[in-house]
């Protein structure tokens, strides 16, 4: 990575609703005349100057681009040592992107959470985004942040304080507030469309191996939860998780690209609880509904249905519901010797935007200016920066992680 280039970090999409918010935290957060340099960049110049208007000021700079011209990303990506990117769907807007990131050696870090076309920039960029020296890291936001870091963290802690790993981990939402965005809404909805048109993509979302290298997609986890079910590990009902789908994958894929650091037979789940009893149960049925709406059939009545509830692209919380939100993450290890551990990991704002926009953030300015694990290829967020990342969220980005 050439260490002269103007920029540490481009935000590319700084003129939309998540843009517009990692913008006004690095400009909050570092300025733009100290250590860190960084511009703003998207293709309307009045709209990136008016975002910088009340995001920032007239100090940062402006970087006009198009993602479909080639020509015009590559003198961008040539000015800057990361690409932070918040352009979504991804699998409409990020290809061109994320190829000329490795072509021409940019780092790249984005909020994608669509599992189809993480599979896809695997398959075309890995090898040779090894051989360049470039990372490019996927999931960079409340998927897959805190699930990658905090099983990072929850088996580094075990190994430490007890001498040995977790062979399991069963990752339980405990608490959350926050509202959904409307890109992720989007992003979701362009995945099943696909998944309903290509039974290769199908298979890539069912399987719970499918971000894992080709020769590695076996272990002993099962697809996701899909149904309401009392845990005995949590002492809970619980409940699909929305993310899981993405965050285990994405924890799978550290665990392989880590030469298996968690066991080869580690396994993983994700779930949300909703308490005891028969309040517990119904509030978890009722939890799933959400997840039942967006994941329906495209042209499908209950689609129709969704689409007028759900936010559209560039929608999201307000300023409060940003600020007031939260999550509360815990993750039940059983070590190897039988005995058990807890991990916790929680945010200080709502998931989907106040505290994505800080992780996305930290992971950007990471990449550009930390000492990482010498790794490169299309990594995942705790493969890519691992201690260093850590680090950043817990001092900068409001995280807290703790073990017992």
């Known amino acids: 990575m050439n260490p002269t280039k103007e920029f540490d970090i481009i935000v590319w999409g700084a003129s939309g609703f998540t843009g517009r918010l990692v913008a006004a935290y690095l400009f909050k957060q570092y300025g733009v005349q100290g250590d860190l340099k960084w511009a703003m960049a998207g293709r309307n110049q009045e709209k990136l100057a008016a975002v910088r208007a009340e995001v920032a000021d007239s100090s940062v700079p402006i970087v006009v681009a198009d993602s479909n011209d080639e020509a015009s990303l590559k003198a961008m990506i040539l000015r800057t040592k990361v690409v932070c990117t918040t352009v979504g769907p991804y699998v409409t807007y990020g290809s061109k992107l994320v190829a000329a990131c490795v072509t ?214 307000t300023k409060d519901q940003r600020e007031n939100g939260f999550y509360s993450l815990r993750f039940y290890a059983t070590l190897e010797d039988g005995t058990t551990a807890l991990g916790k990991v929680t945010g200080d704002k709502d998931p989907g935007y106040g505290s994505t926009s800080k992780m996305l953030g930290e992971a950007a300015v990471c990449l550009a200016k930390d000492s990482l694990p010498e790794i490169s290829g299309v990594l995942t967020p705790s493969t890519a920066m691992g201690d260093a990342l850590l680090d950043r969220l817990e001092k900068h980005a409001g995280l807290t992680f703790s073990f017992k």
């Open 104 to 317: 021409h050696g940019a780092h790249y870090c984005d909020l994608a959470g669509e599992v189809q076309w993480m599979r896809q920039m695997i398959d075309k960029h890995h090898e040779e985004a090894l051989a360049n020296g470039v990372k490019i890291v996927h999931t960079c936001g409340f998927d897959s942040i805190p699930s990658d870091m905090g099983v990072y963290f929850t088996q580094k802690e075990a190994l430490a304080q007890k001498g040995q790993r977790a062979k399991r981990i069963r990752m339980r939402v405990a608490g959350m507030r926050g509202g959904l965005s409307g890109g992720t809404y989007a992003s979701l909805s362009k995945v099943m469309e696909e998944a309903m048109q290509d039974k290769n993509i199908y298979k890539v979302l069912v399987n719970p191996y499918g971000l894992n290298p080709k020769d590695k997609q076996e272990g002993g986890d099962h697809p996701d939860l899909q149904k309401v079910i009392f845990d005995p590990t949590s002492k809970s009902w619980i409940g699909p998780f929305i993310m899981a789908g993405i965050n285990t994958k994405v924890v799978r894929r550290s665990n392989a690209l880590s030469g298996y650091a968690y066991g080869n037979d580690f396994r993983y789940d994700e779930a949300t609880m909703s308490g005891k009893g028969f309040k517990g149960r119904f509030k978890g049925n009722m939890s799933a509904l959400p997840l039942i709406l967006m994941t329906a059939k495209p042209g499908s009545i209950l689609k129709r249905i969704a689409n007028r509830m759900f936010p559209k692209p560039g929608e999201g919380p």
